[in-house]
């Protein structure tokens, strides 16, 4: 009973240390995609926007202070973050799926995909405003022509 049991006991603690061993080479994947796809650059865009804002909230705390935060949090955040959206990712992309992703944006035209999404996106916003615009005026004339 005893060999049993401690048989058991050894297989949880060795399945229980895989999972963490596949979780931890799970966020490393995630980690690396962040940085090849240029989502960790604009994580640190946001992250010195932020700074920006606060700056201008609490004009009382000296540069140095800000720039102390901006420093650490610019270190900590992304590790953090990939913390709180691995299993997010995990839900619907596998590691093989990520390492996928990652060769795609290893690639020539991958790098310039990453290097365009800022812009593609600031740009996609803007249309899609428009976009919205018109429909709107659509909208509010389609209804002026019922009665409301």
Known sequence: MKKIICT?????????????QVDKEYKSSLKKLFEVSGTE???????KQMIVMFKAQKTEVP?????????????TSLDEL?????????????????????QFYDS???????????????ESMEVGQ???AKIGESFAEKLKKKGY
């Open 8 to 20: 058991l006991f050894l297989a949880l603690a060795f399945s229980v240390s895989s999972f963490a």
């Open 41 to 47: 650059e604009a994580y640190k865009a946001a992250i």
């Open 63 to 75: 540069a140095t202070i800000w720039d102390e935060f901006e420093q650490e949090f610019l270190k």
């Open 82 to 102: 990939v913390e709180m959206l691995a299993p997010v990712y995990k839900k619907y992309m596998t590691k093989e799926d990520l390492g996928q992703i990652i």
């Open 108 to 122: 020539p035209v991958g790098k310039k995909y990453a290097q365009s999404t800022p812009l593609i996106t600031q």
């Open 130 to 132: 428009a976009w919205g």
